[in-house]
């Protein structure tokens, strides 16, 4: 069965199922399923935050830091799970998709949404973290569901983009690592935006505008810096940055979805 | 597959549309996709770019079925005759030519594909339902009754994992046995479980045939589809080799030397 929009929209409840069952699966492993899911974002949280600011004695100016780097753990520990998983996804489900006919877009659809509860709690979370940190939790916070529907939109994206690639690149799982690791640290995950505008004045003013403006097609640069107004400033983001971010996310979504249309048919003989 | 618009004759008082209709259908497949590409041959060149092999697992198919008929589809091994139920079921779409299906298509290719290990059965229920196309209600309404079909008893909220092969299967057939299929694809004979239950799922299996309006099934055994086909199609090597009524064709296939396997 072809993956597009009317057949996925036919078998939402397969959607749905999938998506359940990958819950249900993670409860069925350990009860607490997303607690564990956090604790990766939080021991790293805990690692900079002793390095930078205990060891190095840095990130003065975004204190209280680990809130701020939290910010930002989150959604990249749902952009990396999902993007992982995607990569074996349907090499993983081969016997299913060749014995049932269903939209096999399914499957890393279901990977994100289901890693995306996961993050939900992930939020509430960072919210209590902000709490105690006694920060104030102001009108800003609105933006917080665009930034979530902006997030899952560019996550869904990337990841169906990656699970075609996964299907037909054999060694692809390891050298996603690699990428991600690199991509951690070109986002702006342990300094933010800020600092970059800053350091690439220092440099004239050919690279004052440009290298910024390099910088910020990376769409978690854009996605990092909204979580850090809503959470962390508690200020509005600048509103160039938010239709940077829709237009980010949209291009995202459909080279996805094109590019999976594209292998739909081929990628069954690949696996 | 091709517009269903297309080639369609005018409805008469007693139309005789086909339910599936296969023109000139070619699936292949590459014999090297097992090697896949990789970051490494991408980066230095390597296999990349090689010219591939094409295994063409269905030729020239071309055939027309129609309301009420029992198609049994018999070859060799390697005759290209799952591939054909892979295209009928929309799983593979043809390389060349056209599949037209006209009605609502289910499949029992291999049972519990749909399986989720570590869930109960009864939360696989509703996954294989989904799977299967069924709507949450629609499966929802029947848990009661699939559950005591399996006869898996307090099994059913054990995780699948902890399930015989037996017990699989039975649950699976259970599911799949509610489906309300308008053309009905069956790859081998279903034989499932014990004496007792085998007797239950043929009686079950009949149940479903009699409602469905078009049947395919594919087996080796010439002398099962002679007692139930209608007409039956041979294939061999991915081509047509016959098509006619069931008793014509296995005729000519049992009066036929045995060749070599193709796959």
């Not at chain 1, 809130?67 to 489900?93: E, N, Q, Y």
């Not at chain 1, 350091?199 to 978690?220: I, Q």
Request: charged fraction near 20%; glycine fraction near 8%.
């Amino acid at each position: 069965m072809v993956s597009n929009w009317s057949n996925l929209v036919a078998r939402r409840d397969l959607l749905r199922e999938l998506t359940l069952s990958e819950l249900r699966t993670q409860r069925e492993i350990s009860r607490f399923g997303w607690v564990w899911w956090l604790v990766d974002p939080l021991i790293m949280m805990l690692i900079y935050w002793a390095v930078v600011v205990g060891i190095f004695g840095r990130g003065g100016q975004y204190a209280p830091y680990p809130v701020f780097i939290l910010c930002a753990m989150l959604p990249w520990k749902h952009f990396t799970s999902s993007l992982t998983a995607s990569s074996g996804v349907l090499r993983a489900r081969e016997g299913l998709i060749k014995s049932l006919a269903f939209p096999t877009m399914a499957l890393p659809l279901t990977l994100v949404f289901s890693r995306f509860s996961n993050f939900l709690f992930g939020t509430l979370a960072l919210l209590a973290v902000v709490l105690v940190a006694g920060m104030p939790v102001g009108i800003s916070m609105v933006q917080v569901p665009f930034l979530l529907f902006a997030q899952i939109t560019l996550v869904t994206g990337l990841c169906l983009v990656v699970s075609c690639l996964g299907a037909l690149i054999r060694d692809l799982h390891g050298f996603l690592g690699h990428l991600t690791r690199v991509g951690f640290y070109l986002s702006p995950t342990l300094y933010g935006i800020d600092i970059v505008i800053e350091r690439s004045a220092d440099l004239g003013a050919f690279w004052g505008v440009w290298l910024p403006r390099l910088y910020l097609l990376n769409p978690f640069a854009v996605l990092i810096t909204g979580y850090r107004d809503s959470f962390f400033y508690g200020r509005f983001m600048d509103p160039e940055l938010w239709i940077l971010l829709v237009v980010q996310s949209s291009i995202a979504l459909l080279a996805g979805y094109r590019t999976y249309q594209y292998f739909d048919r081929r990628v069954i003989k690949f696996l | 597959m091709s517009d269903p618009k297309q080639n369609e004759p005018v409805e008469g008082p007693e139309s005789r549309e086909p339910v599936v209709e296969m023109d000139g259908v070619g699936i292949y497949f590459h014999l090297q996709s097992r090697r896949r590409i990789s970051i490494k041959s991408l980066l230095l060149g390597g296999s990349f770019g090689q010219e591939r092999k094409l295994l063409w697992a269905l030729r020239d198919v071309s055939f027309k079925a129609y309301e009420g008929e029992i198609l049994g589809v018999i070859g060799p091994n390697g005759a290209g005759k799952s591939t054909l139920c892979l295209a009928l079921s929309e799983i593979l779409l043809p390389d060349e030519g056209s599949v037209s299906v006209r009605g609502r298509v289910s499949t029992l290719l291999s049972l519990g594909a749909g399986f989720n290990r570590d869930l109960s059965g009864r939360d696989n229920i509703l996954l294989n339902g989904a799977y299967l196309g069924m709507r949450r209600e629609q499966i929802q309404s029947r848990v009661a009754e699939i559950v005591e079909f399996s006869e898996l008893g307090d099994f059913i909220d054990q995780p699948v994992r902890f399930y015989s092969s037996g017990m699989r299967a039975r649950l699976a057939f259970s599911i799949a046995s509610c489906l309300e299929p308008e053309i009905l694809i069956l790859d081998e004979v279903l034989s499932v479980g014990d004496r007792a239950f085998q007797e239950k799922s043929r009686r079950r299996l009949e149940e479903l045939m009699a409602r469905s309006r078009l049947i395919v099934i594919v087996s080796h055994s010439s002398e099962f589809l002679r007692s139930i086909c209608t007409h039956a199609l041979w294939l061999e090597r991915g081509r047509v080799r016959g098509y006619g009524s069931a008793k014509e064709i296995l005729d000519a296939y049992e009066a036929a030397p045995p060749t070599g396997e193709a796959g």
